[in-house]
């Protein structure tokens, strides 16, 4: 059983079966990572897109199978390293065991790397908020738009409140990642509240908490809509989405008010440069019926069917990352670990034995 | 481009094109000569590149890394200068390696030159130390792992025994021996793992996500352990070298698809993609 688990026919087995795995998760598309790909996939395959399912082909890395390998491949390399250590130990030559050592390193490292990752995966914390400028949100888990907490993850909420003040759009470079977000963070527990301004590759950092800039931004309009009495009947700021297609950039939504059956697309034309106002183009229906589709300014109202629109004020809106991975720095000297460790290996390899060193 | 770089490229094409050129002429005629010119004409293909390279940088300000055309260009100029080094420290394997290193020198030229070439201004995201230490050791790595497919070419050519003449009737085995084979693979698993783990530091600083599964980290995930299989099915001595050597060249394609060939195929948040 000992020959079996140290041998090195299983580890090419379980790195082939991995990297088969994985080569597989790139060529069908995985749920929750490349979700709208998934559609025409499943077009594709028509009904024996089935098979891919159960097999669980569309979320490879949440099936047990792929765990079930790496914890193989954990206990093969534990194994391997101890029959290594030994082995080291009980034989000369430097150069020889220097290379022995330097693999061995290597080989300990990968499995402090696995191992972190899954124990990271376990317990760490995800939540993206969608905040628009001025909103304020607290800590609690129906705050957030979305999580990818681990499946250990102890959620305990209400730990700090956060609010978005501004988000900067650097003008000269209008790229996506020339924003930054002016926030404040302030934690419950009594500690100074924290105001800065937070970018790509610029987190705010809090204890083991990290609040990162979350790469897409959008627009918020106003929408008032007012009956023919002139009350109102929605009042609000909007988050439209923001999607990116060949290469340009659109923020456009629709709000449905279901009282009065009413649909309102609207689309923002940010102005050149991102300073000024935007326009808006703004379209109302009711039962697949188009009463008005016009280009509409902060300063106009339009009416439709018997209500008036309008989109006094604006704001923009941006992600905001909230991260807690308490064992990312272990997985990062696992890097480091691995790659000295195969150095020491393959200098002591290059190194000519002669060189009285034997 | 501005003139100084486009002088500079094509002269690095015409070197390496008149490289090829010569080396095959040595290799099929058996004369030793060519292969004389073919590792000058190299020698000046590295000096020229070396020349575009610094006048883009001074040019745009930050080193040929953000583009996919800068991002060859400099695996070209690291494959370049490797073969420049073993070309110095084992003049015989320098030469057997004229011929597959011009040939992919060309070739990947020729495929930079259908990019475009022009500079973008260095995005908030990308100005940082990690984008240096991410690009240089991709570029690197790819370079390392060319030199062991080109070897692994010379292995398999030096079997059918078109190899050049002045090897009399040398094995394969002294041409392209499979222990530096094997060197450049574990060379080229360490500059690719520093790529790797550098990209994902640096992904966790800019975003707060460590590894987003994003096509390019898949497929750099998927070339890495390949070659970690491949050394350790060379490391089981039954294995035939000839196809030790067939797997390098594959290895080496995947490798080629994960830098440069995913964007072609999938939606990726890396931007120079
Ligand atoms: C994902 C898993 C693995 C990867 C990426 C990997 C990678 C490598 C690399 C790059 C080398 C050559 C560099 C060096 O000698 O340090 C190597 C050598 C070696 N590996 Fe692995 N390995 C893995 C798993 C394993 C396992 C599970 C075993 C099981 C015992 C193993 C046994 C060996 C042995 C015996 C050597 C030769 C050591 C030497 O030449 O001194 N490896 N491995």
Redesign the pocket.
Known sequence: MWKFL?S?RL?IV??GLITILLILSALIPQSGIAEDRIADVRQLLGDSYVIVEWLGLDRIYFTPGFYVILGL?AI??T??TIQ?FRVILTSEGTLWRV??V??LV??MS?LLIIVSVIVNYLVKFEGVYALSEGQEVSDAADAYFRTFNGPLHKSESGRFTLRLNEVIIDDDVARADAVAARVTFMPSDGDPLVDRVIATNHPLKYESLEVHYGLVNGFSPELLVLDSTGSRLFAGFVRLATVSAEGRRRYADFIELPQQQLTVNLEVFPAKDGSETPTFQMSVERRGMVALDTIVTTADTVTAFEYRFAVPRWRRWCYLNVVENPYLNVVFVGFWLALT??SV?LVSRVMPAGRGVR | MNLIEQICYWTAALLSAAAFFTSLLGTVFKRVKPFRFAGSFLTGALGVLTAFGVARWVRVGHPPFVTLFESMITSIWFLLLLHQIIFRLRREQGTVLLLPVSAVVFLLMGWAFSLPAEATPLSAALSNVWLFIHASFATSGAASFLIAASLSVIYLLGEKRSHPPQANSAPPETLAPLKTILNFL?FG?ILWGVMIASGSIWAHVAWGRYWAWDPIELWSLISW?VY?LL??VR?TVKFSPRWFCRLNIIAVAIVLFALWGVHYVYETIHTYG
């Open positions: 140290t090195l580890a379980l790195i491949l093969n390399l194994a391997g290594r290379r022995r330097g693999s290597f080989h990968l460790g195969m290996g | 574990i698993l352990l970690a050394i350790h490391l």
